[in-house]
C-alpha cells in the first residue's frame, strides 16, 4: 500500500492519529520537501513518528518517482506532504504511477492552507480562484497572477495568493554547466508579494488602464499559519508592501466584496484601525 499522509501546518504532532499509524506501520517513510516548510526540521518528526525519513526533493519526485513505489506492491510505503496531500500542490502523479504498477493508494487528510486561511476571518466560499505569485527576476516579470486576482474581484471574490519558495534552485550558469550546485532557499514574504503587485498596477496605469485593484485595496498578510506564532495583518496593499511578519511560509489575500462580519473580524487584525473604520475600498 502507498499512503499520502497530510502532516497538517504546524509542528510534529499535526499529523492525525490515522496518520500517525499508518506512518509507524510502514517500511520506508518519505517526506516531500520543497513545496512546503513546517515549523520543525525532519529530527524533531522522526523522533515523534519513531521513523527514519527519507528526504524527498523535486528531483526525486519528479524524475525518481520509481524508487518511491519500489516494493509498494508487497510491503507498506508513506508518502508524507506539509498540509494535505491535495493541496495546494497535487501529487496526482504518483498516485496514477502507483495505479499503473498495481498497488493500492490511500490518502490520509489533513489541514492546508486552502483552507485554515478562514481564520482571518474572511469566508471560505467566498473565494475565487487560487493564484501563485512567483520571484520576479531582471528578465523574468509575468504579470499572469494580477489578472486572476482582478478577474476574482470583479465577481466579488477574495483571491487567495500562495507565495513562491524557492529550494534546492540551480543558477543558469551552474544548471548550464551540469554542475549540482544549488542556491540557498527563499521564501517570498508578503511585503515581497505586495510590492510586485503595486509594480504591476503602475505598469497598467502607464498603459492607460485603471487597475480594479490599487493601492487602497484591502488585503490579509498571514505567516506560519497554524503554527504557534502564527501572524495575521490587514490593511491596504500599501500597508502590506511595509509590513513585517517573520519567518515563512507568509501568504497574502486580495479582498473582494466584503460581507460586514467578515469586515468585523478583519479589524481585529487591522495594522491601523483607521484604514478599516473608515471603509477605504473601491469596493465593498
Known amino acids: 500500500m502507498l499512503y499520502l499522509v497530510g502532516l497538517g501546518l504546524g509542528d510534529a504532532k499535526d499529523i492525525t492519529v490515522k496518520g500517525l499509524e499508518a506512518v509507524r506501520r510502514c517500511r520506508r517513510v518519505y517526506l516531500e520537501a520543497y513545496t512546503s516548510v513546517l515549523t520543525v526540521g525532519k529530527e524533531a518528526l522522526e523522533e515523534f513518528y519513531g521513523k527514519q525519513l527519507i ?73 475565487g480562484e487560487t493564484v501563485s505569485i512567483v520571484f520576479w527576476t531582471d528578465t523574468w516579470k509575468p504579470e499572469s497572477f494580477f489578472d486572476k486576482i482582478t478577474k476574482n474581484r470583479k465577481n466579488g471574490m477574495h483571491t487567495l495568493c500562495l507565495l513562491d519558495i524557492k529550494v534546492k534552485e540551480q543558477s543558469l550558469e551552474n544548471l548550464m554547466k551540469g554542475r549540482k550546485i544549488y542556491e540557498p532557499p527563499r521564501y517570498m514574504s508578503v511585503s515581497q508579494a505586495a510590492e510586485q503587485l503595486l509594480a504591476i498596477i503602475q505598469n497598467r496605469r502607464l498603459q492607460g488602464e485603471e487597475p480594479e485593484i490599487t493601492e487602497n485595496t484591502i488585503c490579509v498578510g498571514l505567516a506560519r499559519v497554524g503554527a504557534l506564532d502564527q501572524k495575521i495583518a490587514s490593511g491596504t496593499l500599501h500597508q502590506m508592501s511595509t509590513v513585517e511578519l517573520g519567518s515563512p511560509l507568509h501568504s497574502l489575500i486580495v479582498t473582494g466584496t466584503m460581507h460586514p462580519l467578515e469586515l468585523e473580524m478583519l479589524k481585529l487584525f487591522s495594522v491601523d484601525s483607521s484604514t478599516l473604520e473608515n471603509h477605504v475600498f473601491e469596493k465593498s
Not at 519500489?70 to 508513506?78: L, R
Not at 502507483?98 to 486561511?117: D, F, R, T
Request: aromatic share 6%; charged share 20%; proline share 3%.
Open 55 to 127: 528526504l524527498a526533493d523535486r528531483e526525486m519526485v519528479e524524475q525518481e518517482a520509481d524508487s518511491i513505489l519500489k516494493e509498494a506492491d508487497v510491503c507498506d510505503v508513506a508518502f508524507l506532504v506539509i498540509g494535505d496531500p491535495f493541496g495546494a500542490t497535487t501529487h496526482s502523479d504518483l498516485v496514477l504511477r502507483a495505479v499503473k504498477l498495481g498497488i493500492p493508494y490511500k490518502v490520509i487528510h489533513n489541514a492546508s492552507i486552502m483552507n485554515a486561511v478562514g481564520c482571518c476571518g474572511l469566508q471560505l466560499y467566498n473565494f
